[in-house]
């Protein structure tokens, strides 16, 4: 089987860097992929990570290191509307490829 | 359209009625996902399709739920004889081959 572990909540502060961190246990998988979800709507795609290592998009970056079952989402120069659901999510292997497995979400509040 | 939709948006119903979920993916997207949420939950993966090849319903809660595409394209959820367990938001996606996937906004279902 597989899970994923996420902390339930995290709070920073206007301007600053948080990292969002998610650990998996699963046998193999094909990526691991970070979405975004404000409240009362639809998750949106964030970040795909095949290989080991980080993933720079503007203010998000991805990292992941396969070796240890861990990925992190780091948020930079924070703002108001960053304060949303962070999911992380795996496809495992040998389940077809498009199988995809989230986490609970980490819930980050950005105060002024 | 430019995204996926989903009909109703809104589905209040008895316990013990029938309900169809409709979900209109991206034109040109082979693969077609649904998901639920509960409230304050991360997403539960229930059903995926993926071109022509059998669809993969292991995340299927019970004989309850079942789901078909028709023609590759639009596909509808069907859950017989709801529970209040079953309420929560379904989401659908779509995706073309292993990438991001692009949610539907959803249909929020309450079983009184």
């Known amino acids: 089987g597989q899970n994923i572990d996420q902390p339930t909540e995290m709070t920073a502060t206007e301007g600053a860097i948080v990292q969002i961190n998610c650990t998996y246990q699963t046998s193999g998988f094909n990526g691991l992929f970070w979405y975004q979800q404000h409240a009362g709507e639809a998750p949106t795609f964030l970040s795909y990570n095949v290989l080991d290592g980080l993933e720079e998009k503007g203010r998000f970056s991805s990292f992941l290191s396969r070796s240890k079952g861990y990925s992190y989402l780091l948020l930079k120069e924070l703002q108001m509307k960053d304060s949303a659901s962070y999911l992380c999510?795996?496809?495992?292997?040998?389940?077809?490829?498009?199988?995809?497995?989230f986490g609970a979400g980490t819930r980050l509040f950005v105060k002024a | 359209g430019a995204g996926v939709s989903q009909s109703p948006s809104n589905k209040v119903t008895e316990k013990g009625k029938d309900v169809e979920l409709r979900c209109d993916p991206i034109s040109g997207h082979t693969a077609l996902y649904w998901y639920r949420q509960s409230l304050g939950q991360g997403l539960e993966f229930l059903i995926y399709f993926q071109g022509n090849s059998a669809p993969d319903k292991s995340g299927l809660p019970s004989d309850r739920f079942s789901a078909e595409r028709t023609g590759g394209s639009v596909s509808t959820l069907t859950i017989q004889r709801t529970q209040q367990e079953d309420s929560a938001v379904y989401l659908c996606?779509?995706?073309?081959?292993?990438?991001?996937?692009?949610f539907g906004p959803g249909t929020r279902l309450t079983v009184l």
């Open positions: 999510a795996v496809r495992p292997l040998n389940t077809g490829g498009f199988k995809t497995i």
């Open positions: 996606a779509s995706s073309l081959g292993v990438d991001e996937q692009f």
